[in-house]
């Protein structure tokens, strides 16, 4: 049988329902004349298939340009506002963290984020509405069984005409058809076999699932037991230096560690720190005092943490024994005197102290007998307390609260926890605090209190120094009343009341 | 082998416009005197003119380095839809030796120093640096900052610019007359070469030119900044050119709204490209927060430049990328040609905010009082170096045909169709 013939479809599968009518071209020409013809006609659900693009085949079939673009576009938009959402209420709404001093709302950080999640937004929806829209998946179709069709791929170029069409007529689109002159022209049926999934496909299914669940349940398994090996390393990084780590032990020293303390006696160049006043917040000859109200107030953490103190308490015991007693007694009071102050901050948040209690707190406040400075060893100006701000802010806030009533984000977070090992911190407006000296102030700063780390490695002095600064103009406006505004914005507070 | 036949029935040329290269130059040149004499006026040593000069010089200087980078890439990727523009591109690019004469300008006042007269004020008019007394870390930048390694580099610049631009123009024109295909594979082979050489010199020129009016200031991206820009304006003034020439009846046969349809797809990619460039230079130093980096942006958050910054972010981005995304935009050539004006602009004014802050930068002139920093001085400055450049473009084309009627790929960028 030569291929121009053309055969009719044969008639004896008049039973089965007919889905196309397929004409198959020789040339990418004669395809593009006949698409032509087949739009003219007004036939709506029918198809070319070729084995490569052909130029202008989308015009010849009437295709409209597609919405995809469109939707894209949409897409892209809504990822983008997703990302800047996303940011915003993780930054500005659920965790207002102070991050190097940027504003809360910073929109260039956000920005990375934002093109990323457009990008990909846009670029998966153009995929997803790609495939969607070309009506895919589509696993079987009765044209795929047809022998000749599989020339589609190579050097064949067919239309089909779909049954289902409004002016599909069985002979007269036949006809048609035929007066396009195709090289072929055959009737695809319906195909009745059955749509069950073949039996090994089950089952290869069901190994290929149960092979794939190995490496996550070997992840899962290794990542909850403890192991005493070194993890495999495929590509070594940094990660084996010649070095010790932080807080590590080393054999080199008799006390196995490899961080080394300053050598006793000694201070290293540029750390001569002799303005008691402006490095300890204490009056010149105060030091030793501090010393052992620290000792007292820290208990057994003083030796690990506060190396400073512990030196400076062995020099106070040597030289004189009224001071030794004087710290024995306070040393036996830690316990007592840490309930007696976490129940007096309770007492200040409430409102209640009544004025016997609280002397007799102060009474065995450890911090009282120490010679605090009173006034600021730096400059006092606007410049220096706005420092001050924008330091407290990063350092402190996040447990102290913005406004100092201890509500920052850390111990919002901590008290619904509820676990018990959180100390809430004593709010700046307290009486208790109101009371401090500014040298305690800068002494709590830079060595901490109770559960507060100390920020003496992290603050340079200065900058202690103007974070009290403004914590004493916070407690000022807090405490404020309407004759300490200027005259000419005391209307507009009124008004805003 | 050789095939003298070309798939264009006629060879277009530009031999009634040619002729007025000269009128074009002498014009050119009478702006830039008067523009001079007002700068004398200004009693601030000329520092005002040569900013305002500067800057014309930069923006017209971008689109023949746009149009040598075009040509370079196109050679480098066998490009075949944009044969028809590339003789065009060839000649913009080929008439960078008009900046040698304009450069001098610049330069000769800046070697006083050399000449033991480094006291006048107008021999660090431009550039802080080549004064007489530096600050600490100026001075530490002096062995590359000097006027007589400068000057050898500028050399270096212009001898590599006008090397590659006259080697892929004579090659063409030559390809013009003998069909000759081997021509098309060496220019191939050498484009590859040539992009190093494109890297390094932009990079470097845009740091002498421009980042040293802040000699304290660095930023590594800078060169691609520049780039990013002068392939902007280059395909902007592509636009343009082919626009214009078609509606006086030219090119109409080798070029048709498909060409158009690409070279707006490349502005609108390259507008996208400015704009993740210039905010990966703003991001990093805006976040690192380190005075000897922010110390450049500073003035431009300050009186009339805080308002152009945002005139670049919207108008030099955001504005254009969404007008260019549309399929229509690009294909509708009239549209097509009011963005490529626009965008000339828009990469005027970004040049503009590159030089003209460092005039006020240090001097007694609160940002506040500035008003509009725009007058006399630097328009006759635009007229001037666009006429000379212009002048120079007209000379370069000459009686050569404005389509490489030979190329090999012709026939592909004449038949093609965007899908």
């Known amino acids: ?431 208790h605090v109101m009371k401090q000296p500014v040298g305690r102030l800068f002494n709590t700063v830079t060595n901490g209190q109770g559960k507060m780390p100390g920020y003496r490695d992290q603050i340079p002095p200065e900058d202690r120094w103007a974070i009290v600064l403004y914590l004493k103009a916070l407690q000022r406006a807090q405490a404020a009343s309407l004759e300490d505004v200027p005259e000419d914005v005391r209307d507009t507070l009124r008004e805003l009341r | 082998m050789s095939d003298t036949s070309s798939p264009l029935k006629t060879t277009p040329k530009l031999e009634e416009l040619t002729g007025r290269w000269l009128l074009l130059m002498i014009a050119g040149v009478v702006c830039l005197s008067i523009a001079l004499v007002l700068g004398l006026f200004q009693g601030d040593s000329l520092s005002y003119f040569y900013h305002s000069y500067l800057t014309s010089f930069s923006f017209f200087l971008s689109i023949a380095l746009g149009a040598l980078f075009f040509v370079t890439v196109s050679h480098l990727v066998r490009m075949g839809w944009g044969v028809v523009f590339r003789r065009l591109s060839e000649c913009m690019a080929a008439s960078v030796w008009i900046f040698i004469p304009l450069f001098l300008v610049i330069l000769l006042p800046m070697l006083l120093p050399l000449i033991g007269m480094g006291e006048m004020k107008v021999a660090y008019a431009l550039f802080p640096w080549n004064a007489p007394e530096l600050d600490d870390l100026t001075l530490h930048k002096t062995p590359y900052l000097n006027p007589g390694f400068f000057a050898i580099r500028a050399v270096v610049y212009f001898a590599v610019w006008i090397w590659l631009s006259r080697y892929f123009f004579t090659k063409s024109l030559k390809q013009d007359e003998n069909g000759n295909k081997d021509l098309t594979i060496q220019m191939q082979s050498f484009s590859a070469p040539a992009m190093y050489l494109i890297g390094l010199t932009y990079t470097f020129a845009s740091f002498d030119w421009l980042m040293s009016l802040d000699p304290h200031w660095f930023s590594t991206i800078f060169g691609v900044y520049f780039l990013a820009g002068a392939a902007c304006a280059f395909f902007s003034a592509m636009i343009i050119l082919s626009y214009l020439l078609q509606k006086r009846g030219l090119l109409k046969e080798a070029v048709n709204v498909e060409h158009f349809h690409d070279l707006g797809k490349l502005l609108f990619g390259f507008v996208c490209f400015w704009g993740y460039i210039a905010f990966s230079q703003f991001l990093l130093i805006w976040y690192a927060n380190i005075p000897e980096e922010t110390v450049w942006y500073l003035p431009r958050f300050e009186g009339p430049w805080f308002g152009l910054s945002f005139v670049l972010i919207f108008g030099h981005f955001v504005i254009p990328f969404l007008g260019l995304l549309s399929r229509k935009a690009k294909r509708v050539v009239p549209i097509l040609f009011l963005w490529a004006i626009y965008m000339l602009v828009m990469h005027f004014a970004d040049i503009f905010w590159l030089v003209m802050p460092q005039y006020y930068h240090g001097s007694a002139v609160e940002p506040a009082e500035i008003g509009i920093p725009f007058g006399v001085i630097d328009l006759l400055c635009i007229l001037g170096v666009g006429g000379l450049y212009m002048g120079a473009f007209l000379k370069t084309v000459g009686a050569h045909s404005i389509v490489a009627i030979h190329d090999p790929r012709l026939d592909e960028s004449l038949a093609f169709k965007n899908t």
């Open chain 1, 1 to 431: 049988m030569s291929e121009s013939e053309t055969t009719a479809p044969s008639t004896d599968t008049s039973s089965e329902e007919l889905v196309y009518l397929l004409a198959e071209f020789k040339k990418p020409a004669q395809v593009l004349h006949a698409a032509e013809k087949v739009r003219d006609a007004g036939y709506q659900k029918w198809d070319v298939h070729t084995p490569f693009p052909i130029h202008g085949i989308d015009e010849a079939m009437g295709i409209k340009r597609t919405i995809i673009p469109w939707i894209v576009f949409g897409a892209a938009v809504v990822s983008g506002l997703t990302a800047f959402g996303l940011q915003y209420m993780t930054n500005v709404e659920f965790y207002p963290f102070m991050i190097s001093g940027k504003p809360i709302n910073s929109i260039p950080s956000n920005m990375p984020v934002i093109f990323e999640l457009t990008v990909l937004g846009s670029a998966l929806t153009a995929f997803a509405t790609m495939i969607l829209l070309n009506k895919l998946p589509r696993l079987s179709n009765p044209l795929l069984r047809n022998e000749r069709f599989r020339r589609a791929t190579a050097d064949r170029f067919f239309i089909t005409i779909d049954a289902k069409d409004p002016k599909f007529q069985a002979e007269g689109t036949l006809e048609f058809l035929k007066e396009l002159d195709p090289s072929h022209i055959e009737s695809i049926y319906e195909d009745y076999s059955t749509a069950k999934m073949p039996g090994f496909f089950f089952w290869a299914s069901l190994i290929a699932v149960i092979l794939l669940l190995i490496p996550p349940s070997i992840v899962l398994y290794m990542r909850a037991t403890p192991s005493k090996t070194p993890k495999y390393h495929l590509i070594f990084d940094m990660d084996f230096q010649p070095k010790f780590k932080a807080q590590t032990v080393s054999t080199l020293f008799p006390d196995y560690r490899a961080m080394r303390p300053d050598v006793p006696g000694t201070i290293a160049r540029g750390e001569l720190e002799l303005d008691d006043r402006f490095y300890r917040g204490v009056e010149p000859g105060g030091n030793n005092q501090v010393a052992q109200s620290e000792s007292a107030s820290q208990g057994p953490f003083q030796t690990v943490a506060f190396q400073e103190g512990a030196e400076s308490q062995e020099e106070g015991g040597s030289e004189s024994e009224e001071s030794d007693s004087e710290e024995s007694t306070n040393e036996s009071q830690p316990s007592e005197d840490s309930s007696e102050e976490s129940s007096e901050s309770g007492d200040a948040e409430e409102g209640s102290s009544e004025e016997g209690g609280e002397e007799q707190a102060s009474a065995q406040d450890p911090g009282q007998d120490v010679p605090w400075v009173t006034s600021f060893p730096i400059e006092v100006n606007e410049e220096v307390m706005l420092r001050g701000q924008e330091k407290f802010r990063v350092y402190c806030s996040v447990c102290h609260g913005l406004d100092g009533y201890s509500d920052g984000p850390v111990t919002h977070r901590a008290m619904e926890l509820e676990q018990g090992t959180w100390t809430k911190p004593v709010s700046f407006h307290s009486d």
